[in-house]
């Protein structure tokens, strides 16, 4: 299969037409049978409230949640117009339960699944008041079976061996950093992740400047394509990788039975060997002064 992870700019739509005329120039141009797009990147659909709704935390994060079911049925006609499975940019959702961070993936069937963001950065507890979602999910599809881990859950290696011990293939990792070290964090846990798990993570990061949100005002990332650095993949384990802050798609070949082949006879066999630490894992003090 190929795989499209998009560098992805947040813009401001006048009309509802602007936004269906750029995300189907971006999936027009994919040209592959999964796109990832990133975190947070559905806080453009605010700017159809206007400045002053856009201009505002909270009643931005409204507006966006209200547009949601729309977007959804353009990702989803989108995906079976053009054959592909299509990661959307996840959005902040009003829930009965609080806000959460939803990512939701269409098959091109006209199926779809979501995933929510599970442990929340600073910025989110303690500003944006988005709250844990539901469970980590493992979709089973035509391409293999692939569960979305996003920005800072990447970080977390419990939560990428719990949906791999699920049989996970692929991760998909959208994400949205303010900075270069933000950047570096989820690159680096998706990196570590495909290492591990001896899978292929995907990220997709927003990217430039938007001055009209507070929340996503500025945004650092490349989009990356990784694997596990064994046979059949490169030295570095980077099968793809964009320029930093450079729109557009970042794409690679994706054979799944290269990974059930570095999992069954790797150089290393990481997950196999994953359960010997639970049983090496406690630690004695010695004192030697």
Same mark, same amino acid.
């Given at each position: 299969m190929k795989i499209a992870a998009a560098t992805y700019p947040i813009d401001w739509h006048d009309s509802w037409q602007s936004y269906v005329d750029k995300l189907s /120039? +971006? $999936?027009e141009t994919a040209e592959a049978d999964l796109l990832v797009f990133p975190e947070y990147g559905g806080m453009e659909l605010a700017s159809f409230a206007g400045a002053a709704v856009a201009g505002d935390l909270q009643a931005s994060i409204a507006a966006v949640s209200e547009r949601v079911s729309e977007a959804d049925a353009l990702h989803a006609a989108l995906a079976s117009t053009h054959g592909c499975h299509i990661?959307? %940019? @996840?959005a902040p959702v009003v829930t009965a339960d609080g806000v959460v961070n939803r990512a939701r993936l269409f098959a091109p069937e006209g199926v779809m699944g979501y995933q929510d963001k599970q442990i929340m950065t600073r910025f989110e507890r303690e500003i944006w008041d988005i709250s844990s979602g539901g469970a980590l999910q493992l979709f089973e599809t035509a391409l293999g079976r692939i569960a979305v881990l996003i920005c800072y859950d990447a970080e977390f290696p419990l939560l990428a061996q719990a949906v791999i011990a699920a049989g996970a293939e692929i991760i998909l990792v959208p994400s949205c950093t303010d900075s270069a070290h933000g950047f570096a964090r989820v690159r680096i846990g998706a990196m570590a992740r495909a290492l591990e798990g001896q899978c292929i993570t995907v990220q997709s990061p927003t990217t430039g400047n938007v001055d009209w949100s507070p929340a $996503?005002?500025?945004n650092v990332g490349a989009a990356g394509i990784f694997g596990p650095p064994d046979h059949g993949f490169p030295a570095t384990g980077i099968m793809a990788e964009a320029t930093l802050d450079r729109p557009g798609w970042t794409r690679a070949e994706v054979d799944l039975a290269a990974i059930h082949a570095v999992r069954r006879d790797g150089q290393v066999l990481n997950l %196999? /060997? +994953?359960p010997e &630490?639970? #049983?090496? @894992? &406690? $630690? &004695? #003090? $010695?004192?030697i002064s």
């Amino acid at each position: 299969m190929k795989i499209a992870a998009a560098t992805y700019p947040i813009d401001w739509h006048d009309s509802w037409q602007s936004y269906v005329d750029k995300l189907s /120039h +971006w $999936v027009e141009t994919a040209e592959a049978d999964l796109l990832v797009f990133p975190e947070y990147g559905g806080m453009e659909l605010a700017s159809f409230a206007g400045a002053a709704v856009a201009g505002d935390l909270q009643a931005s994060i409204a507006a966006v949640s209200e547009r949601v079911s729309e977007a959804d049925a353009l990702h989803a006609a989108l995906a079976s117009t053009h054959g592909c499975h299509i990661l959307a %940019a @996840s959005a902040p959702v009003v829930t009965a339960d609080g806000v959460v961070n939803r990512a939701r993936l269409f098959a091109p069937e006209g199926v779809m699944g979501y995933q929510d963001k599970q442990i929340m950065t600073r910025f989110e507890r303690e500003i944006w008041d988005i709250s844990s979602g539901g469970a980590l999910q493992l979709f089973e599809t035509a391409l293999g079976r692939i569960a979305v881990l996003i920005c800072y859950d990447a970080e977390f290696p419990l939560l990428a061996q719990a949906v791999i011990a699920a049989g996970a293939e692929i991760i998909l990792v959208p994400s949205c950093t303010d900075s270069a070290h933000g950047f570096a964090r989820v690159r680096i846990g998706a990196m570590a992740r495909a290492l591990e798990g001896q899978c292929i993570t995907v990220q997709s990061p927003t990217t430039g400047n938007v001055d009209w949100s507070p929340a $996503v005002d500025e945004n650092v990332g490349a989009a990356g394509i990784f694997g596990p650095p064994d046979h059949g993949f490169p030295a570095t384990g980077i099968m793809a990788e964009a320029t930093l802050d450079r729109p557009g798609w970042t794409r690679a070949e994706v054979d799944l039975a290269a990974i059930h082949a570095v999992r069954r006879d790797g150089q290393v066999l990481n997950l %196999a /060997h +994953w359960p010997e &630490q639970l #049983t090496r @894992s &406690q $630690v &004695q #003090t $010695v004192k030697i002064s």
